[in-house]
């Protein structure tokens, strides 16, 4: 929210700049993102007197100015503006200045003639808004010449730009921040003038009706006003709207929007020519309405929106935006103004499903204190009659069954000084609090603390007490102390340390990290080709998503790493190799049960790879994990990868994960021509087989015996098979067994292929003989004959 200083001073008296403003008020709890200062950017520009004017003698549409900025010489500068005169005072820039947008001017000659600057105009120092401008600036025939432009104009005044977190609705306000800024400088503010008179005969309750029919409005507030003049408002308004953001459109809209931002409270003014039933219903829409708002646009209503309603049309949809059919226009001549208070949840709902938020709704949505409707609805009245704008009727229409009451609490001061770590004598405390408007008393070693409305929300427990005695007090007086618990020994669990290793796995195999949203769209599902009837389909919906894009929780990490792995591919990357550390979430079967969270680390990689280096990047996380009996098995099923070059990884008898090359039609539907591997591997079944005992034994004293074993087996015979064979024969003589070469040519039948190991032979308590070698050896030829039809080259 944007909070002009110049429009606090009407309330508080500051004596500081804007700048140490911001501090002290970011040091008491309220959060300054950013202070602008208005014409910061301007530099070295002033005021100038033009005491002559002659043509130029190269360009039919230039003059030659010589101008007096009360120095001892005239400058010259040439301009092609034809709205000044001699003697006219007009904003001047010099050569080396800096004007509106970080444009800087420097002097030089304009067909043949020196220029030693320009002049300016509104909108080149600013200040335009959002009227055309022609010509120059002319300033007041009293403005004293060479003064600096800022000085002139009053440009130096500061903006604070203030972000207001949800519980603090009353900041959102002129008088909220005043309140908030008296309390910090401990000076005392003022409220706005809400006295009015009473101009005209007639009441409005003679051609009036307000009916609410539904509790998500908390009360409803109206005040009529005639013989409306309809025209721009005066100068200081439009300039404080403008500071604060807001484009003034005329008198009666500007008051509406003017006491929306002093007082927090949103107003609407209807046009009484439109209101043909004089009938205000509040209601709720019907299903698929059609209602035009003020921005001219269709809207298409539910039943959970509430309206406000001419008896059976809609004329405004209820704290959000109003109608188009009975907007203030030119020749409006009766008004009623709509002071009101809705549910701040059903507003926020209504806003985000119609796409429609406001300054209105922005402030409905944090609940506002129903009590400020009467407040606002009184000072637009008394603006009103300050700027002559209308007659305000007799009577108010005010709706309002459940009246908000002031709150009260009892905090013990000892106790909130053991809770802060201070020593705040009582009275500092209740000083603190009653700066504040938080009524306070002293009541033994109590504070005794009234609670008014617009705080209700927001202090409801002794905690919340504390907090507002602590900032008041200064975050920056209390002292720092050690803190009083149990102090616990630092370092990280178990599966902290696993996480690290798999990731030092993951890194040193030459990957890199990738990070994903959780959320998804369930068009993935089918592009990562799972079946209609496949369990991953069954998500956990989210209910405020943030559009279809992002509507369920992820069953599966492919579709996200695929994602990655596009993205890459898009941007011309000729290699990939990323991974991932993230969450799927499956549906617990009780609706009413948190879903069931895996860790699941996921690789992807692409250009100049195969399906062995996938698998020895998932092969060295086991190894750090000191997992041994593991397997991979040939995998079909899965839709999303090739049939014959994926694999699915078990340890025992629990499912590990898949790994392989991603089917083409996968591929496809992302964009992408380059085989893609992608490996999905639950951690949390890893981590249940790690083995973090590191255990030590001594190099071999006896030396190996090495001999390779090449033979022809069928094409469907898997690698794995024959390791089995050769381990399980070769018992504990066998050191290892290394698959070093497949081969498939001329010299081999169609339908065979020749399988290489190298097979090492050694026992830890002395020298194998080669009788020895040989005898296993020969037994393992003989099993991988007789099991598979072996036949040694």
Known sequence: MKVPVNWLKDYVKIDITGKELGDKLTLSGSKVEEVITTGDEIQNVVTGKIVKIEEHPHADKLVVCQVDIGKDELLQIITAATNMKEDDIVPVALHGSVIHGGVKIKKGKLRGIMSNGMFCSEEELGIAGDKPVHGLMILPVDTPIGEDIKDALNMTSSILDFEITSNRPDCLSIIGMARETAATLNESYKMPALEYEISSSKYINDGLKVEVRDKLCRRYMARGVENVKIEES??????????????????????????MLETGQPMHAYDTRYIQSNNIIVERAENREKFVTLDNEERLLDKNVLTIRDGDRAIGIAGIMGGLNSEIREDTSSIVFESANFDGTNIRISSQKLGLRTEASARFEKDLDPNLCEMAVDRACYLIGKLNAGEVMKGTIDIYNEKIEPGSLRVNYNWINNFLGTKIPQDEMAECLNRLELNTKIEGEDLKIDVPTFRSRDIKIKEDVAEEVARIYGYDNIPSTIIKSVSTRGGKNTKQKLDDEVLRALTSSGLNQSISYSFISRKVFDRILLPKNSVLRNAVVIKNPLGEDYSIMRTTTIPSMMESLSRNYSRKNE??????????????????????????????????????????????????????????????????????????????????????????????????????????????????????????????????????????????????????????????????????????GKQVAEGKKSVAYSISYRLENRTLTDEEVNKVHDRILKALEHKFGAQLR
């Open 234 to 259: 005066p100068g200081w308004m439009q300039e404080r709207l403008l500071d604060a953001g807001v484009r003034p459109i005329n008198n009666i809209v500007d008051i509406t929007n003017f006491v």
């Open 575 to 744: 290699l990939a190799r990323l991974f991932e550390i993230g969450k799927v979430y499956i549906p617990n079967k009780d609706v009413n049960k948190l879903p069931q969270e895996k860790n699941i680390v996921t690789i992807g990689i692409y250009g100049k790879v195969n399906y062995f280096d996938l698998k020895g990047i998932v092969e060295n996380i086991l190894e750090v994990l000191k997992i041994e009996r593991f397997s991979f098995e040939r995998e079909s099923g899965n839709p999303s990868f090739h049939p014959g070059k994926t694999a699915s990884l078990y340890i025992k008898k629990d499912f590990i994960g898949v790994l392989g090359e991603i089917h083409p039609n996968v591929l496809d539907n992302y964009g992408v021509d380059e085989k893609c591997y992608i490996a999905e591997l639950d951690l949390d079944v890893l981590y249940k087989y790690a083995n973090w005992n590191k255990e030590y034994k001594p190099l071999p004293k006896f030396p190996a015996v090495t001999r390779d074993l090449a033979i022809l087996v069928d094409e469907d015979v898997l690698v794995k098979e024959i390791e089995d064979v050769i381990k399980e024969q070769g018992g504990n003589m066998v050191e290892r067994a290394k698959f070093f070469d497949v081969y498939r």
